[in-house]
DNA sequence: AGCATAAACTTGTAAATGCAAATGTTACAT
DNA sequence: ATGTAACATTTGCATTTACAAGTTTATGCT
């Protein structure tokens, strides 16, 4: 039988939460909120980065990106530039400003997860992130319930029955 | 050595925001939104809460919760009632409404709690449930930490060393 | 080449969020 | 009794966030 408490969005969500919460009360005073330590960690970890790139690195969404990494341009913490083989493009890169933050803050994150992984057997963890990873690619199929009811996009325009009838607007 | 992208937070982080999106749409048409999804599955298991409980339950911020909870009394899925016991606290409980919707969101719930587990050996979501729990507990360490430059709280008031020498203000 | 479509962002705008201060109650220690 | 601290919640306010719509640049098709 179902139960929230047990189920494992539910278990996931508290502690993802609550790890977040720490962490950023952590790393507070350095003036860098949670999603800047992700934009950094990762860039630091990746190289320079589109901003798309690093959207979905962070899991964080296209449009509050870009208002958070020109909040971090502001802050001297990263630069912006459009890329010359594709000026639709934004290559991130870090300052040497916000690279040294970066290695501060991870050396806190390493803390944290010595922390947690000190509460598991070795084994344990391998396959605890096996298993998150294993799941997170498993999604895709709950993504595709939710355009099946009709099939879309493929159902939709079998081929223009008429030709354009009338110009749109 | 670290790597963000090898961390439990960041695997975490990833995992919860996408199935927290997948599920949000797939609830959106009932006009609850992922939150409010938790508030209702959250009375419905446990029973009326106070506006606190539920908060610690769900993992969101108080004043959040207090105005979340409104809108949804305002929507007729809860009710919200002073406690005579304790005229601070407020209880809060499902109306029918509340309660109709809860039972058929959490049959949507069970069936993506189904296909996550589908991807798992039946004692792999044993461990991964005890573990993610066991690491939540674990956090405590990570929380005490925080206030320890100086040790807070035990070691201010030693016991008042002069009977208080002037009426504060 | 020329036009429709797709990509990669940015911006508008309304709603959600979180911290701090305020409010109303209860519990405690004189 | 009675003032003070602790609670439970609400409200003020400044951000943050997300979805939709708008820009600008690339691609693809004919």
Same mark, same amino acid.
């Given at each position: 039988?179902?139960?929230?408490?047990?189920?494992?969005?539910?278990?996931?969500?508290?502690?993802?939460?609550?790890?977040?919460?720490?962490?950023?009360?952590?790393?507070?005073?350095?003036?860098?909120?949670?999603?800047?330590?992700? &934009? *950094?960690?990762? /860039?630091?970890?990746?190289?320079?980065?589109? $901003?798309? !790139? =690093?959207? +979905?690195?962070?899991?964080?969404? %296209?449009?509050?990106?870009?208002?958070?990494?020109?909040?971090?341009?502001?802050?001297?913490?990263?630069?912006?530039?459009?890329?010359?083989?594709?000026?639709?493009?934004?290559?991130?890169?870090?300052?040497?400003?916000?690279?040294?933050?970066?290695?501060?803050?991870?050396?806190?994150?390493?803390?944290?997860?010595?922390? &947690? *992984?000190?509460? /598991?057997?070795?084994?344990?963890?391998?396959? $605890?992130? !096996? =298993?998150? +990873?294993?799941?997170?690619?498993? %999604?895709?199929?709950?993504?595709?319930?939710?355009?099946?009811?009709?099939?879309?996009?493929?159902?939709?325009?079998?081929?223009?029955?008429?030709?354009?009838?009338?110009?749109?607007?």
């Amino acid at each position: 039988m179902y139960r929230l408490t047990t189920s494992m969005p539910y278990l996931l969500n508290r502690l993802g939460v609550r790890m977040g919460g720490l962490f950023s009360r952590r790393i507070g005073s350095s003036g860098l909120s949670l999603p800047m330590y992700r &934009v *950094v960690a990762s /860039l630091f970890e990746q190289g320079d980065q589109k $901003l798309g !790139e =690093i959207a +979905a690195m962070t899991s964080i969404e %296209l449009s509050t990106m870009s208002r958070l990494i020109g909040s971090m341009a502001s802050m001297g913490l990263v630069t912006r530039k459009r890329l010359p083989s594709d000026e639709r493009a934004v290559r991130i890169n870090l300052t040497s400003k916000g690279a040294a933050l970066a290695t501060q803050l991870m050396r806190e994150a390493q803390h944290y997860e010595d922390v &947690v *992984v000190s509460m /598991l057997e070795p084994h344990e963890i391998e396959t $605890l992130k !096996e =298993i998150l +990873a294993r799941i997170y690619g498993a %999604l895709d199929i709950l993504e595709g319930e939710l355009v099946l009811p009709g099939d879309w996009k493929r159902s939709a325009p079998p081929g223009p029955v008429l030709p354009a009838q009338r110009p749109k607007k």
